[in-house]
């Protein structure tokens, strides 16, 4: 099992670890800050830094799966190509740092946050969600059509309030009671250990309303001030049942 440091403490750009398993599919470390593959969030990149400093370079990350395609709780490191020397350099129970892309993964968690501000504007469900270093989607089950001036305005507001994005957590029963907190037809929480991780973003003054409150493993920005100039670039009617709302930086 990799102890997953991001979900208590987005925030960590590196940890000392120690490789636990090496395979085709790459590097096990017994922690990490790397996030994988999942909920629509793209896998971290970085490096895995050895004793003699040399950098072993990350191209992605993803959880292991097993015989039946199900994810495990380990995390593999996915080399980038051409990094085989050094791979063949590592072994079981060598310490290594983990060291992220932090410029790109601070990226994914200004989208990632801004993707929940978009919820919150638009209250409908999601039926699709995609989040990248350079963009970010989200779909909507909906047949209205969308405007982005308004949206635009909207997510202004948002970020310039400067409301806090703090990690909770419900019980499955809880969250059996409240089905509409879950706002995602495509991504389920993960259930099973009895608490399911929830991103909350604060009211706006005046309201007793939460912005936003969800179950998400993902990982966030603290607080919506550090989205910065996150924009609408496009609306696109993905067919007669779904909207799809595409995220960029504003130039
Ligand atoms: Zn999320």
Partial sequence: MTQDLFRQDATLPECRATVTALSEAGVVLDRTVFYPLGGGQAGDSGWLVLADGSELLIADTRKVKDEQGQPTADIVHVPAPGQEALLAQLQRGQGVTARLDWARRHRLMRFHTSTHLLCHLVAQPVNGCSITADAARLDFHMTEPLDKDVLNAGL?????????????????AELDANPALVKSMSVQPPRGSGQVRTIHIAALPGSDLAVDLQPC????????????????????????????????FAA
């Fill in 217 to 248: 493993g993902g990982t966030h920005v603290a607080n919506t001030a550090e989205i910065g100039a996150v924009v609408v670039t496009k609306i696109e009617k993905k067919s007669a049942q779904s909207r799809r709302v595409v995220l960029g």
């Fill in 156 to 172: 202004a507001r948002l970020v310039a309030a400067a409301l806090p994005v703090t990690v909770g957590a419900v019980s499955d």
